[in-house]
């Protein structure tokens, strides 16, 4: 895997995961382009980064996605191609369906999905002229299976794999890669971000998030998973077996998720 003088693209790197990544692909010496909301943080995560190539930060928010795009725009012209982009930035939800307001769906949705793909849509053609590229989107364990209190983060997730699968098969001729990550409880602000029915910060950190991998080792297992040149992974502890049992044994899988502490 030799990223040397290529750019790599991460989306929420300010924080989690996002941050444990630019952190180890700039040890590969790629050149990377950081985005996040909050600069401040952004600019710390940049000096973190000192062995990358170049290091370049495009403050974005992507729940508003066109004046997104219209920023990105003239730093991609200005860069050149990106090689790699990681689809990392995603907020999540803690609210029964029933409590669950349509315009935080909608929220969600926006972010989690529509901005992944308009993203992808951006940087996909000059992966094509250039011949090689990578997307690698953060997914869950819940783009696998359904969980109490998740219900359109998990949807959202679930709809990342259809999309991506479905252009993996489209441009494996174009030699464009796709690696979905679908880690289990990481030691993250996520749960703390993540939003109730009406949209308001749940503002507490889950026991099992808190109990959860580091971001680091995650992105170490990552960086395995590309060099492997796997197309999905599943990243955590016990957790992850819930994807073979949903799988083999979906009745079974239903009554342990339903009577589960997901919090």
Not at 76 to 84: A, F, M
Not at 175 to 180: D, H, R
Not at 190 to 216: E, F, L, R, W, Y
Not at 217 to 237: M, N, S
Request: glycine share 8%; hydrophobic share 45%.
């Amino acid at each position: 895997m030799d990223l040397t003088g290529k750019w790599v693209w991460i989306t929420g790197a300010s924080s989690g995961i996002g941050k444990a990544l630019a952190i180890a692909y700039a040890k590969t010496g790629c050149n990377l382009l950081l985005s996040a909301r909050n600069k401040a943080k952004l600019d710390e995560v940049k000096a973190l980064c000192a062995s990358a190539g170049q290091v370049q930060i495009l403050p974005l928010d992507l729940s508003d996605i066109s004046s997104s795009i219209s920023l990105a725009k003239p730093v991609l012209k200005d860069i050149g191609p990106i090689h790699t982009l990681i689809n990392n930035a995603g907020i999540s939800q803690r609210a029964l369906v029933k409590d669950t307001d349509l315009s935080v769906v909608r929220s969600i949705m926006e972010i989690n999905y529509f901005a992944v793909v308009e993203l992808t849509k951006l940087v996909l053609p000059d992966m094509v002229k250039a011949g090689e590229g990578q997307f690698i989107a953060m997914s869950s364990l819940v783009g696998k299976f359904g969980s109490p209190l998740r219900s359109t983060y998990a949807a959202s997730k679930h709809a990342l794999h259809g999309f991506y699968d479905s252009l993996r098969a489209e441009h494996h001729k174009d030699n464009i890669q796709v690696l979905l990550v679908c880690p289990g409880f990481i030691k993250t602000d996520i749960s703390i971000n993540a939003v109730t029915g009406a949209g308001a910060k749940q503002n507490k950190m889950d026991d099992k998030q808190a109990q959860g991998m580091s971001p680091d080792a995650l992105a170490q297992q990552v960086l395995r998973a590309v060099r492997q040149h796997k197309e999905e992974v599943v990243i955590g502890g016990t957790e992850r077996f819930g994807v073979l049992v949903k799988r083999l044994f979906p009745r079974i899988f239903s009554r342990i998720i339903r009577n589960t502490k997901v919090t």
